[in-house]
């Protein structure tokens, strides 16, 4: 229990800290350009013309809407990650509590130790079939998160709080509208998670001494959620 709550407090200080980059991300993505380029140089000490960095565009949103505005769409955001790690963690304990019956029957019997690569697709089927719980629970907020940091873009303001933008979604969508997105989503997931489960486990065994742990899978993964380049399909 306790160990959920330091995720789930561990997470919302990360969510709220990327906040601002998370936000001119998504801007970025949906081909919001509102800057002019710049001459600037590059690796090779050329002048081209260059389009301003995040925080060049952080600095251009809270001058119109204040540095209050850069958190626009936190509070779904806050609400996804919390939901997202609470069903996450469920569903493994589901797991770890079916493994123990087998374990207890057979304590007295020699067991077989699966191999390292039967443990890396068992390992990641589990956590492919957790995460996909997670995404397809909190996949509503994650519509109400984009759609209210993307209205900026034509000063909108349809999408203001979380409850009047369910009601939004669902008058003029219906059950629908809040799943907008959800198959490239779970497909980028389910991708990025078994490719880097399989890099971790090839370069613990043929980059790494036996001793690493097959966590650098984990942290691979834990890059991938923060360094995501996915588009946003959700709009």
Known sequence: MADAASQVLLGSGLTILSQPLMYVKVLIQVGYEPLPPTIGRNIFGRQVYQLPGLFCYAQHIASIDGKRGLFTGLTPRLCSGVLGTVVHGKVLQYYQECEKPEDLGSANVQKEYPSSFDRVIKE?????????????????????????????????????????????????????????????????????????????????????DSGVSYDLGKICWFLCQYVDISLCACI
Not at 146 to 172: A, H, N, P, W
């Open 124 to 208: 990641t089927t589990r956590e492919m079939i957790a995460r996909s719980a997670a995404t397809l629970i909190t996949h509503p907020f994650h519509v109400i998160t984009l759609r209210s940091m993307v209205q900026f873009i034509g000063r909108e303001s349809k999408y203001c709080g979380l409850c009047d933008s369910i009601v939004t979604i669902y008058r003029e969508e219906g059950i629908v509208g809040f799943f907008a997105g959800l198959i490239p989503r779970l497909l980028g997931d389910i991708i990025s998670l078994w490719l880097c489960n399989s890099l971790a486990y090839l370069i613990n065994t043929y980059a790494l």
